[in-house]
């Protein structure tokens, strides 16, 4: 059976997988300022990092709409996957839900399952790769979604942030009681339970704070010789290195990847931001 993998960009991929004919990217917006950014094939990561830095003000973002979605779903693939942000932080999942009720209903029936990736970043584009691997292997559908929903109920995501502010101002981190004083650079080290952000741990300064965050993936993941680490960098690809070098020196993955954030990942998890999901 073929089959067609949609993803909204705030799923950070492979490079090689960016212009996989398989995939349909459905674009977040972003503002800073007067400046709206579509987050396509056109972004240019440096250039925004610059705009955000010279801003006084948070940058915005605004989920895809239904219509969009339900376009994506037309389609000569049998099978359509849909992977979105979790719905805990993003209006996406629904946009994508609303999609799908409108193409049943202007089309016809087709096999659509959206999953609700209770992450972001390079944990959606975990689920992503878990869903080719499985299709390719021939599985049915039915069987594709429950095994890549177990998958993603085990994914553990953390991520350690230079700057939290930008998820604080948008309102993201409302399942974290306080916010340790930066004046202390103490980093605080995050990680995703059921699709909102907690604080799990912290480190006096960046690096030991990414020290922590691999000794708890390392302690936490089950069966890594299974999964695939994924690690997601904002305009830091050398301190992703060490991370992705610290992690595997503690534990065994099928397959680890060092991945660029699009848009919407560079804009909440800001510069110097890393992000591991396994």
Known sequence: MSYKIVVDSGCDLPVEYRTDSRFEFIPLIMQVDDHVI??????????????????????????????LYMNSYRTDADD???VTLTSKLSGSYNSALLGKNLYHEEVGEKNIHIFDSL????GEGNIALKIIELADAGLPFDEVVKKVEAYRDEMLTYFVLDSLETLRKNGRLTGMKALVASTLNIKPVCHGVKGEILQKSQGIGMKKALVKMTELVAAEVKNPETKTLMISNVNCFERAAVVKDMILKKVPFKAAYIVDTAG??????????IIVTC
Do not use: R
């Not at 919407?264 to 931001?273: I, N, Q, R």
């Open 80 to 82: 359509v996957y849909v």
């Open 264 to 273: 919407l990942s560079s804009t909440y998890a800001a510069d110097g931001g």
């Open 119 to 122: 992450s972001a970043s390079c």
């Open 38 to 67: 579509v987050d396509d094939d056109t972004f240019n990561q440096k250039e925004y990092l610059e705009l955000v830095a010279a801003s006084e003000d948070c940058p915005k973002t605004a989920c895809p709409s239904p219509d």
